[in-house]
């Protein structure tokens, strides 16, 4: 990557400034993984393109579907070949969105340029030939760096083990370089990823090991170690290893981890999945890294279910790029959630939607209050459909005012905690956002029915729009 060496003279891909970003154009496509990988459909898992412009006569429908080649991939994640990191740069160009499969181990990259509505597949890497150059496997999270390379968070080796697990990197015709971390210096556990390259620092997250996790969700394998609870701080470029937190009880899987947009910040926040914290770190005056939970979410109570309590399961959250509100779910629970961050060490809350979740009304599962009285959520009807699942994935407009919706996490713990997916489906929703004064509102107009599939329901993962968003592009 081209620190903030220069490299940046001209204009390149994505936006000089996270605000900048804020004014770009209103988006009209999003890129959509669904996966049929773990529902028992024999199909293989395939790239939607989803039409958002409410103007366009196709708005709210999946207007064109790549297959990818293989079947049992598990497409998950997916990042671009070139964001704003590479702005400076006039050779670069935001044409290819990276899709790791993290089951197969298979990297797709897609040509989204040549037509934007209509992608299709430019090359496949194949995991035999990570494995071979790095031990690498199960890939996860890809970001762009300036350099034209690609990096891949990878969460363990063929086997599944954590121990093997790094950071792969790709060059920009997306052939194996090899790891990107110093030899001896890998994380723990592997998961998700952010650099702020003014402050020199990577700083990755912990899932769990591939060999527990693609099995299901067991309590018992956290209480044998199998997932993560640290933040693993690295110096950046040079990928050495220099801080470990270790954020406890109270941060017991840590997941999606963000910057601040602005790159001369250095705080940030990762959402503990179990524990349902979103925890904020931030450098010390002394130049090391520290930690402290920002906003606790507390289990419910309830009744007919697998646990006498249920955690919210922070598993995805966001930034607005002017650094104003940030935004997670709870998968489990069924709301999503708006805080004022503006005071990063207080965040308030603005705004919740439930939208899903295991105590809805209509659920033989409820909560019960610390007086003994039973409730459960109101979640709206869309289109005469009932909301199946929880909020899982989200990605914000650019300018901040809607806010996407999926319900997939893991085809596998779909299938544990909502095995309704398995036979209907997922669905995306689009929520409006009051950012004058916070509130959340469903879009009663938006809804996609990915149960409604030609090859039979599918369970929809992470977005993207074609020309970059708050969750791919880093400022350096």
């Excluded at 395939?46 to 039409?51: G, I, K, R, S």
């Excluded at 035999?128 to 690498?136: A, M, N, P």
């Excluded at 941060?251 to 947009?261: A, D, K, Q, T, Y």
């Excluded at 977005?463 to 969750?471: K, V």
Aim: proline content about 7%.
């Amino acid at each position: 990557m081209a620190e903030g060496n220069g490299c940046c003279k001209k204009t390149g891909p994505g936006y000089g400034t996270p605000l900048e970003a804020m004014a770009g154009p209103k988006e009209a496509l999003i890129y959509v993984t669904c996966v049929y990988t773990g529902t028992g459909r024999e199909k293989p898992d395939f790239l939607a393109t989803v039409d958002v412009d409410p103007n366009s006569p196709t708005y709210s429908k999946v207007i064109h579907r790549l297959p990818v080649p293989y079947i049992g991939d598990e497409l998950h994640h997916s990042g671009w070949n070139a964001c704003s990191s590479c702005h400076g740069d006039p050779s670069a160009n935001r044409r290819f969105l990276i899709l790791p499969s993290l089951v197969s181990g298979r990297i797709y990259v897609v040509d989204t340029q040549t037509n934007p509505k209509a992608p299709s597949l430019h090359k496949v890497v194949q995991p035999e030939d990570i494995v071979k150059k790095t031990g690498l496997a199960y890939p996860h999270t890809s970001h762009c760096l300036a350099s034209g390379d690609i990096m891949v968070s990878c969460l363990g080796d063929k086997d599944g083990n954590a121990k093997g697990n790094g950071f792969l990197l790709l060059d920009s015709e997306f052939n194996v370089k090899g790891r990107w971390e110093k030899p001896g210096h890998s994380p723990s556990f592997g998961y998700d990823f952010w650099y702020q390259p003014r402050h020199k620092t990577m700083i990755s997250s912990s899932w769990g090991a591939p060999a527990a996790f693609t099995k299901g969700f067991n309590l018992q394998h956290v209480a044998e170690g199998l997932y993560g609870r640290h933040l693993h701080v690295y110096s950046w470029p040079d990928g050495e290893l220099k801080q470990t937190l270790d954020l406890g009880d109270t941060g017991l899987i840590p997941l999606e981890i963000r910057f601040l947009h602005d790159p001369s910040n250095d705080t940030g926040y990762v959402g503990c999945a179990l524990t349902s914290n979103m925890v904020r770190f931030f450098k010390t005056e002394e130049g090391s890294w520290s930690h402290e939970v920002a906003i606790s979410v507390k289990p419910l109570k309830v009744q007919n279910w697998i646990l006498p309590e249920m955690p919210g399961l922070i598993t995805d959250f966001l930034i607005s790029l002017d650094d104003r509100f940030l935004y997670f779910v709870n998968w489990l629970h069924g709301d999503v959630r708006q805080y004022n961050i503006e005071d990063p060490k207080n965040p308030i809350l603005a705004g919740q939607v439930w939208v899903g979740g295991l105590i809805q009304k209509g659920s033989p599962v409820v909560a019960v209050t610390e007086d003994g009285q039973t409730w459960q959520s109101d979640v709206p009807e869309i289109q005469g459909h009932r909301l199946r699942g929880g909020p899982q994935m989200i990605q914000l407009s650019l300018d901040g005012k809607r806010l996407y919706v999926t319900n997939s996490l893991f085809s596998t713990w779909d299938r544990q905690f909502y095995p309704e997916l398995m036979e209907k489906g997922s669905h995306m929703l689009q929520i409006d956002v009051n950012t004058e004064k916070g509130g959340l509102k469903v879009n009663p107009n938006f809804f996609v029915d990915f149960g409604a599939e030609p090859d039979g329901p599918s369970l929809a993962h992470e977005m993207r729009y074609p020309g970059g968003d708050c969750t791919s592009d880093i400022w350096i």
